[in-house]
């Protein structure tokens, strides 16, 4: 992904990294970050289509690869038409980030997920972090703004991301990355 223009509006200092679109079915999509360059990153997934019903989870690159480790804290909340979801999705000490919770899968009725999430890739001196705030339609029907934190509960960087659906996979939308 090579460089591009400025991020209108949010800083002069966040660069247009690129947009991916995604063309064909995936079961997961990874996203690597120039933590050369950059230490903080914004990240926009627009009209992503999952082929079921699903939960939203990640996993960061850290030292080079996509880690499994017992070591995310994720906790997420759930507002829609109705009120807030009386629970808290996630937890400490799991191996993955927990996104988002019950979207729904393409049945043809606007049923995508589209999310901003802020990523603090961090350098040894804390725990980096992405704050999540996402829009999609829930398989119950519901339109559901969900938002949480996703904590990497140790000091080392994160290197990138990996972004994929509890079952199912993404069949289209794209996503735009700026560095800062």
């Not at 019903?53 to 995310?72: F, W």
């Not at 997920?113 to 350098?123: D, F, K, N, R, V």
């Not at 980096?128 to 339609?137: E, L, R």
């Not at 029907?141 to 994160?158: D, L, P, R, T």
């Amino acid at each position: 992904v090579g460089s591009g223009t400025n991020l209108t509006g949010i800083s002069q200092d966040f660069v247009n990294l690129g947009t991916t679109t995604i063309s064909s079915a995936q079961s997961q999509v990874d996203i690597d970050f120039d933590v050369a360059t950059y230490k903080n990153f914004k990240l926009y997934l627009e009209g992503w289509n999952p082929s079921a019903d699903c939960n939203m989870y990640c996993r960061y690159k850290i030292g080079g690869s996509i880690s499994t480790a017992s070591a995310y804290a994720s906790l997420t909340i759930k507002k829609y038409a109705g009120g807030f979801d009386s629970s808290e999705y996630g937890g400490s000490n799991q191996n993955y980030g927990y996104m988002s919770n019950n979207v729904g899968g393409n049945d043809g009725n606007y049923e995508t997920y589209s999310a901003q999430l802020e990523i603090m890739t961090g350098s040894g001196t804390g725990m980096p972090f992405m704050n999540i705030s996402s829009f999609h339609k829930a398989a119950d029907g519901a339109y559901v703004h969900n938002e949480g934190i996703i904590g990497w509960q140790n000091f080392n960087q994160i290197q990138g991301i990996r972004i994929y659906p509890s079952t199912g996979n993404i069949t289209a939308g794209k996503y735009t990355l700026y560095g800062f």
